[in-house]
């Protein structure tokens, strides 16, 4: 192997390490602040599963966002859209059971444009595919 295919390998595997340690301590510490909330997700066997999320706004609309490698709440999100939301503090009168709606298309568009992620940020989680679902209150549950 020549010089420099041994340090571009090398660049390779140091920032490979960067994302996983990065992902890994956010799972562990999954931060909590005003515009966090914590999913409830049913899984296929019927288990629930929790996960903080980052909410969103864009249009006068709520969304949740996959911004990370780690996305197996979206997928079952994607399978079962009936959620329960728990917000924290001052919010928790608003907490309830949602049902998310996947976007695409231009409403995608306008969401990712309206939530923009810095270049460090995504450089650290890796630079994956951001995907949303909106959330909207079912009522009478």
């Keep these: 192997?020549?010089?420099?295919?041994?340090?571009?390998?090398?660049?390779?595997?140091?920032?490979?390490?960067?994302?996983?340690?990065?992902?890994?301590?956010l799972g562990y510490a999954q931060p909590q602040g005003e515009e966090n909330l914590v999913i409830t997700v049913t899984e296929d066997d019927g288990s629930k599963t929790h996960r903080v999320l980052s909410l969103f706004q864009s249009n006068g609309e709520l969304y949740l966002a996959a911004n990370h490698w780690p996305r197996a709440w979206f997928r079952q999100v994607l399978k079962n859209p009936d959620i329960h939301?728990?917000?924290?503090?001052e919010r928790a009168d608003q907490s309830g059971n949602f049902t998310a709606?996947?976007?695409?298309?231009?409403?995608?568009?306008r969401v990712l444009n309206?939530?923009?992620?810095?270049?460090?940020?995504r450089f650290l989680m890796?630079?994956?595919?951001?995907?949303f679902v909106r959330i909207e209150p079912v009522l009478g549950r």
């Excluded at 920032?15 to 992902?23: G, H, M, R, S, T």
């Excluded at 939301?85 to 503090?89: D, P, T």
């Excluded at 309206?114 to 940020?121: C, E, L, S």
């Design 1 to 25: 192997m020549n010089r420099t295919l041994k340090i571009l390998l090398a660049l390779a595997v140091v920032y490979v390490a960067i994302v996983v340690v990065f992902e890994t301590w």
């Design 85 to 89: 939301i728990e917000f924290g503090g």
């Design 101 to 109: 709606i996947p976007v695409d298309g231009a409403d995608h568009d």
């Design 114 to 121: 309206d939530n923009r992620i810095g270049f460090v940020g």
């Design 126 to 131: 890796g630079f994956p595919p951001r995907e």
